[in-house]
């Protein structure tokens, strides 16, 4: 029987089309992210920060995209070996959003439209259900 974790590793990905620069910068940023935030320095946890970089360049929610069953498995994958990071999002934003939230806040980048998210319209998108 196959893993969470294995299965995201070994997952076939499909990457929407966009231009090679914008994805090689997301993709590496991520990847940093990720690694800043490990568990362990281990080979499968490095595979798992560029399967999981690969699989937010994709179009899905991010637990589709790594062809999970649904974002709860993500969550406990995520919680594995990722789990300061996890830590961080304390209002359970959906992952990838959570994932370019961090990003914008390293580099200084102001992403709400309002002072806080609570006062956002974009709260729905951000924080409502992920239903296939």
């Keep these: 029987m ?6 995201v590793v070994w997952a076939p990905r499909v990457v ?5 620069n914008s994805i090689d910068s997301e993709y590496e940023d991520i990847v940093a992210l990720l690694l800043d935030y490990r568990i ?4 499968e946890t490095l595979r798992l920060c560029h399967a999981i970089a690969t699989a937010s ?10 062809e999970l069953a649904n974002r709860k498995e993500l969550s406990a994958l995520l919680l594995a070996h990722f789990p300061a990071l996890v830590a961080r999002n304390v209002g359970d934003m959906k992952w990838k959003k959570f994932f370019y939230r961090q990003l914008c806040e390293r580099a200084g980048v102001p992403i709400c439209k309002s002072p806080h ?3 956002c319209d974009d709260q729905p998108v951000c924080f409502g259900p992920e239903d296939a």
């Excluded at 196959?2 to 299965?7: A, D, K, L, N, W």
């Excluded at 929407?16 to 090679?20: D, K, S, V």
């Design 57 to 66: 360049m994709g179009e899905n929610h991010l637990w589709q995209d790594l």
């Design 117 to 119: 998210c609570a006062e």
């Design 2 to 7: 196959q893993t969470i974790f294995e299965h």
């Design 40 to 43: 362990d320095d281990s080979a």
């Design 16 to 20: 929407a089309a966009r231009p090679l």
